[in-house]
């Protein structure tokens, strides 16, 4: 059984940083995509960041140049680095592995 645990959620104010973490339970290797996913109250859930298990990179237009996305193998973990945050990126986000297999959500709140 696959489990994916998120972390790193919080409070932080517009111009501030997160890291969100997210672990598995099972070798990140099996997954062809990793990835971060959010959702905003009263809005569809929408791709923030990908990541392919040879490093290839997709990302919202909204997060370029400010989110990345990375994962650490053999400590089973992907990662969101979030810089410059605005209100706007105020969601809760999820975890994914191939679209399949999702966390229970990490909320983020940017004050503005």
């Known amino acids: 059984q696959v489990q994916l645990v998120e972390s790193g959620g919080g409070l932080v104010q517009a111009g501030g940083s997160l890291r969100l973490s997210c672990e598995t339970s099972g070798s990140a290797f099996r997954f062809a995509a990793m990835g971060w996913y959010r959702q905003a109250p009263g809005k569809q859930r929408e791709l923030v960041a990908d990541?392919?298990?040879?490093?290839?990179?997709k990302y919202a237009d909204s997060v370029k140049g400010r989110f990345t996305i990375s994962r650490d193998n053999a400590r089973n973990t992907v990662y969101l680095q979030m810089n410059r945050l605005k209100p706007e990126d105020t969601a809760v986000y999820y975890c994914?592995?191939?679209?399949?297999?999702w966390g229970q959500g990490t909320q983020v709140t940017v004050s503005s």
């Open positions: 990541m392919t298990s040879g490093g290839s990179t």
């Open positions: 994914h592995a191939e679209a399949v297999y």
